[in-house]
Nanobody, 124 residues
Framework: QAQLVESGGGLVQAGDSLRLSCAASGRSFSNSAMGWFRQPPGKEREFVAAVSGSGSIRNYADSVKGRFTISRDNAKNTVYLQMNSLKSEDTAVYYC?????????????????WGQGTQVTVSS
């Protein structure tokens, strides 16, 4: 059974960096688009970043563009989210997601698999 497991979350100060990892198991996602979403306290889940199956197309939410970078290592079946210049408004539970199709997508209902989430807290 396919499984996504996030790691790398934690408590940091504003301006710090974190790198989240999402390790996939149970099947290969090398041809699948992968994405990161987040859910801030008391708010809806929102799109953060996505990468196509080939890794050639990357999309970002405006709020993280220029600060966050999504990447993937298909040999390790892992996707990463490098987060720099963190702000207090980045505080959220971050979720990794995968879809069967290779095209990246920005809406949660287009993804087929989800991780359990990892907490990121940025103190100001």
């Amino acid at each position: 059974q396919a499984q996504l497991v996030e790691s790398g979350g934690g408590l940091v100060q504003a301006g710090d960096s974190l790198r989240l990892s999402c390790a996939a198991s149970g099947r290969s996602f090398s041809n699948s688009a992968m994405g990161w979403f987040r859910q801030p306290p008391g708010k809806e889940r929102e799109f953060v970043a996505a990468v196509s199956g080939s890794g050639s197309i990357r999309n970002y939410a405006d709020s993280v563009k220029g600060r966050f970078t999504i990447s993937r290592d298909n040999a390790k079946n892992t996707v990463y989210l490098q987060m720099n210049s963190l702000k207090s408004e980045d505080t959220a539970v971050y979720y990794c997601a995968a879809r069967i199709l290779w095209q990246s997508a920005r809406t949660a209902n287009e993804y087929d698999y989800w991780g359990q989430g990892t907490q990121v807290t940025v103190s100001s």
